[in-house]
């Protein structure tokens, strides 16, 4: 118990720390004093009318000047912030005990409460909360105290809700599982562990909720529907609404301290929010950046690359990178570096692999050549030439020119790679009718003949299909189609097989073998698995830490591996199941 | 499809019923004696015994619903308590006016929201934060404060817009949109902040999702995969809270209409609630339950459209 006290503590003395956290908080607790003391401390009555002073304007006597009756409103005022405080809290008191309660009972054992619950919920949503409330005013009269009793019920569901998902959430997680085989009951288990996780929502919850409740209030006495006698911020509202001609300034008063409750509620709930936000790291950590003070070292120190000698490799680059520095936000104004001085070459038609464990800067290498790399994340230095164009200045227009026709990508995951929310024909057919200029019966046809090649059976059925509807290995199929679709010179895959069963790994690596074979397309491949590696490439390049380790053709690379880390990576493949055997050069290439 | 709309048209008519007969057997429960309530204090037992046996109250309450129910169903609410007229002569020329007033505002909610949520997702920085901040304080603030606001500034300081009245369109179109900005600017307000919010949530997850690298890795521009992607898939979430808004919406253009004196549901629902006129406010419940539950048959059915896993569930 003790443990979450002080988180809670924590957070309240964060939320108080906070500009827009102690700034809220004050402007309701200066209201609440100014309703109470206010009225002790004035020497008018604030239902006395007075003829004499009628509609008076601000003086030192009436600080806020007389209404229609010449009552000094500010004493009126500070009576109605009693009131209004008073029955908009009825409100959320009822709201938080239904809501509360029924949220974990319905959580907690499910059951008919449950259905019956979710159900009561949805009929009360299907109405404006303001036309049940004048509903239910028909027959209850003018009475606030009765009408915020029932804008309680309705405002319960917001409880319920919130209460139900993170019963549900959290009582089949292992800690409550343990708590019950310890023995403990479950009200002691309710007590103990879920209130504990719904506390700092609920609170949250309770803020917005007070400020609807006030809206609300304030909304019905201005119609004129609630107590004729007792003064409310509405009421006033009502009274200086009908003088707006001659004192518009009386709409003021009301109006601003409803104004300033109601936004200091919603700004303390999301200061809450924020606060509780932030309880974890302040920047998203982006791959690689988590290191230890040794691997900082290592990071800052020059690598020297082992370069393998190859003697046949062919002298026509497609793909020139040269020492590429890739480098995002650190969140403390300066720059994080997770690529450093890489230097590759891809010639055409060869097949060359970038090899590493993940967070080795693979990736975000593969992604600067495309131009894509993620939101923050860009080119430090060094340059990336394809097809003897500089591409590290080339301007968004002349990318949008080079990705896809030129370059193109297949991506790691298959469905998070195809856009949910079209088929697979159109995701196929938009790009080839924009890079290749196809009309969209021509675009179709080859998405079709596409399909077939990639061996898809009955390709016309499947473009009319969602990607929720295909399989993991077919969509990876339909990616690789997508990519040689228009006909690109180099093709950066990235981890092309991970994600797959075994089998269809075998088989989607023999189709990129054989429509690499067939179109004579260059490959850059990015992997953590040597297997692949050896069955497909003619090149490799080691990578760690951001930084190339050892270079060269691949079968020399598995004869004589010379770095330790190259030499362990190998060795891990050996032992960790089936090695594909060395990669045989087809003579010729 | 035609399973998922015949499957929510039913859900939407078992939500009528249950609607309808909460209400009746609540409000008819919740009145009492509703011969005194109409009669007032001072009414002897033979005229009240009279007055519920001319309004039927006499009989068993099912027998009471029943009759109601089968008028109901016809969209027939029999005769006002408090007013001369029947309750239909009065509720549907009102009903026609709220529900331009609120579908106008529906619409300029939703351009708006798109837009600043869009841009915020996108370009971030200042705008975003200028956004989130005009978010919350829109959130916050009530509707009819910022009506008494544009009251105060626009038509009694500067009389551009119509502060009182309504015109209807077929009368003169130029008047008809002096007469209904303020209003909806008062009532968009709320929308396009809570709108807007989910607007930039959503188009910022749907950015950072792998498909969108892989469009783009394709040839797409960054535009055309934002307007055709990016924002179709934004689009769920940002209409379900739309459905929401729309029915605080219906609310809230009952205090904004007593403000800007607009003859809608909200003289009605004042004048019916005051009076204690039952027939009438059943009127009104029923009359609103149908437009919220069809409005959200029509963002359901919009949501499926927009994405095909929905269609499943």
């Given at each position: 118990m003790s443990n979450t006290t002080s988180k809670k503590d924590g957070l309240l003395r964060k939320v108080l720390t906070n500009p827009s956290g102690w700034a809220s908080v004050g402007v309701v607790a200066i209201v609440i004093l100014y309703g109470i003391i206010a009225p002790l401390l004035s020497?008018?009555?604030?239902n006395e009318p007075d003829v004499y002073s009628v509609l008076g304007g601000p003086s030192a006597e009436h600080f806020f000047g007389t209404d229609s009756a010449g009552r000094d409103v500010f004493t009126r005022l500070a009576i109605s912030t009693q009131f209004s405080l008073e029955t908009a809290a009825l409100a959320v008191v009822i709201a938080l005990s239904i809501g509360v309660i029924g949220g974990l009972i319905a959580g907690y054992f499910g059951g008919w409460f449950d259905n019956v619950a979710s159900w009561l919920t949805s009929v009360i949503m299907a109405l404006p909360g303001l036309v049940v409330l004048l509903a239910s005013m028909a027959v209850i009269g003018p009475t606030m105290w009765g009408a915020m009793a029932i804008f309680g019920v309705l405002l319960s569901p917001a409880y319920f809700r919130l209460v139900y998902t993170t019963v549900r959430g959290v009582r089949n997680e292992l800690y409550v599982d343990a708590a019950r085989v310890s023995g403990l009951n479950d009200v002691r288990i309710i007590g103990r562990h879920i209130l504990g996780v719904v506390r700092a929502p609920i609170i949250i919850q309770t803020a917005i909720i007070a400020s609807i409740a006030i809206a609300i209030q304030s909304g019905i006495e201005f119609l004129g529907l609630g107590d004729k006698d007792t003064p409310s911020w509405g009421a006033m509202l009502n009274d200086a609404f009908r003088q707006i001609y001659e004192t518009p300034v009386l709409l003021v008063w009301p109006s601003t301290i409803i104004a300033l409750v109601t936004v200091a509620l919603v700004i303390f709930a999301n200061t809450v929010r924020d606060e509780l936000e932030r309880t974890g790291p302040r920047f998203k950590k982006i791959k690689g950046m988590g290191k230890t003070a040794a691997q900082l070292a290592d990071d800052a120190a020059e690598v020297e690359t082992i370069i393998h000698e190859a003697p046949g490799r062919s002298n026509d680059a497609l793909l020139r990178v040269q020492n590429l520095a890739v480098g995002y936000p650190n969140g403390m104004g300066g720059v994080k570096q997770v690529v450093h001085n890489v230097n590759l070459t891809v010639n055409r038609g060869e097949v060359v692999g970038l090899i590493g464990?993940?967070?080795?800067?693979k990736t975000q290498s593969a992604f600067s050549v495309l131009g894509l790399l993620p939101k923050g994340g860009r080119v430090v230095a060094g340059s990336i030439v394809f097809d003897g164009k500089e591409?590290?200045?080339?301007s968004a227009k002349e990318y949008d020119k080079i990705r896809g026709g030129r370059i193109s990508y297949i991506p790691q995951e298959p469905m998070s790679n195809l856009?949910?929310?079209?088929t697979i024909g159109t995701q196929l057919v938009e790009p080839m009718m924009k890079v290749l200029g196809l009309g969209k019966k021509e675009a179709k046809e080859k998405a079709i003949a596409l399909l077939t090649r990639v061996g898809i059976p009955n390709p016309a059925l499947t473009m009319k299909k969602?990607?929720?509807?295909?399989s993991g290995g077919q969509a990876q199929r339909v990616l690789i189609a997508g990519a040689v679709s228009c006909d690109p010179d180099l093709i950066i895959a990235d981890e092309p097989t991970t994600a797959l069963d075994v089998t269809v790994q075998a088989e989607v690596l023999d189709l990129l073998r054989d429509l690499q074979k067939e179109t004579h397309t260059a490959l850059l491949l990015v992997t953590h698995n040597f297997g692949v590696v050896a069955d497909l490439c003619d090149y490799i390049n080691v990578m760690q830490n951001g930084r190339i380790l050892e270079a060269g053709p691949v079968l020399d690379i598995f004869q004589n591996a010379k770095h330790p880390y190259t030499q362990s990576l190998l060795d891990s493949i050996l032992e960790g199941g089936p090695a594909r055997g060395a990669y045989v050069a087809p003579k010729g290439n | 499809m035609l399973n998922f709309t015949l499957r929510r048209i039913f859900n939407g008519i078992v939500m009528m019923v249950a609607v309808s007969f909460l209400a009746y057997f609540l409000l008819y429960i919740g009145a009492g004696n509703v011969a005194r309530l109409i009669l007032g204090l001072e009414a002897t037992p033979e005229s009240i015994a009279e007055l519920n046996e001319q309004l039927g109250l006499n009989r068993p309450f099912i027998e009471q619903f029943l009759t109601w129910a089968s008028g109901a169903i016809r969209l027939d609410f029999g005769d006002s308590w408090s007013m001369p007229e029947t309750v239909n002569e009065v509720l549907f020329p009102r009903l026609g006016v709220t529900l331009t007033i609120v579908a106008l505002t529906t619409l300029v909610a939703a351009i708006v929201a798109i837009i600043l949520g869009t841009v915020a997702a996108i370009y971030g920085g200042v705008i975003d934060r200028l956004v989130q901040f005009l978010g919350l304080i829109g959130f916050a603030i009530p509707g009819f404060l910022v009506a008494f606001f544009l009251v105060t500034l626009f038509a009694i300081q500067m009389p551009i817009f119509n502060a009182v009245g309504y015109v209807d369109f077929s009368e003169s179109p130029s008047e008809w949109v002096k007469s209904v900005t303020l209003p909806v600017a008062a009532l968009s307000l709320s929308a396009i902040a809570s709108v807007a919010q989910q607007v930039r949530g959503s188009v910022t997850d749907a950015i950072n999702m792998d498909y969108v690298r892989t469009l783009r890795a394709r040839g797409l521009s960054f535009n055309r995969v934002v307007y055709k992607h990016v924002l179709r898939n934004a689009g769920g979430p940002a209409l379900s809270i739309l459905g929401v808004q729309f029915v605080g919406m219906l609310g809230g253009a009952i205090l904004v209409e007593q403000i800007f004196a607009i003859p809608g549901l909200g003289p009605y629902a004042v004048g019916a609630t005051s009076f204690s006129d039952i027939p009438a406010v059943m009127g009104l419940v029923v009359v609103t339950a149908l437009v919220v539950i069809v409005v959200n048959l029509i963002i359901d059915l919009l949501s499926a459209a927009l994405n095909p896993k929905v269609r499943l569930s």
């Open positions: 020497k008018w009555d604030p464990e993940s967070g080795s800067g591409l590290v200045e080339a856009d949910p929310s079209f969602y990607p929720h509807e295909i | -």
